[in-house]
């Protein structure tokens, strides 16, 4: 049997890109494939109707999406569910491209896309890190990310507790969140 999947990930996508144009993608060349769509991000791979999708697949089934981003959050992830699918005799069909089955040929491709994300990977890492060192340049860098609270209000709230204030009070009167009082209050009694 034939499976297709569609995904976007906001209302956004429903134009453009979105599950009509996967779907039409899909259709034009397997026009008898059971169609499973879903509005759903793709930061998470616990997606309901890819999980349905991916139980109901059968050895000898073959699942059919328009890109491998359709299918996974990154190329890592993706090659991880195809190589999945592999074991359970599954072919795969990305449309931009190609068929991949546990064939020689299909390792292939599939070795070839691990590199391609390994690489992929690596710059974006040296991107990253060369970016860092050019913004430590700037004398008013400061590394992680920016305080929420005032030096003032975190000290505010310290001494709230040292006075006997509950977490939840001085959390009400500050709008400070209660693990980072405890945080506040751990790194007073280490320093004290």
């Known amino acids: 049997m034939i499976k297709g999947y569609c995904r976007v990930s906001s209302r956004k996508q429903l134009e453009g890109y979105g599950l009509d144009a996967q779907k039409t993608e899909i259709l034009s060349k397997y026009p008898d494939v059971e169609i499973y769509e879903e509005q759903y991000t793709g930061t998470t ?44 005799g599954i072919s795969v069909h990305i449309l931009n491209v190609g068929l991949l089955e546990d064939t020689p040929m299909g390792k292939f491709f599939l070795t070839t896309l691990l590199a391609v994300a390994e690489m992929e990977r690596a710059t974006i890492i040296e991107r990253t890190q060369s970016g860092k060192e050019q913004a430590k340049l700037d004398p008013n860098f400061k590394d992680g990310r920016p305080k929420k609270h005032s030096k003032e209000q975190r000290e505010m ?29 751990r790194e007073h009694s280490r320093e004290a």
């Open 157 to 185: 709230a310290l001494q709230l507790l040292l006075s006997g204030e509950s977490y939840s009070k001085v959390e009400k009167k500050t709008g400070i969140s209660k693990s980072t009082l405890q945080r506040l209050k």
């Open 45 to 88: 791979s616990d997606r309901p109707v890819f999980n349905a999708l991916m139980d109901s697949l059968e050895s000898g089934d073959t699942l059919v999406v328009s890109k491998l981003d359709r299918l996974a959050r990154n190329t890592v992830e993706g090659i991880q569910t195809v190589e999945g699918l592999f074991k359970r």
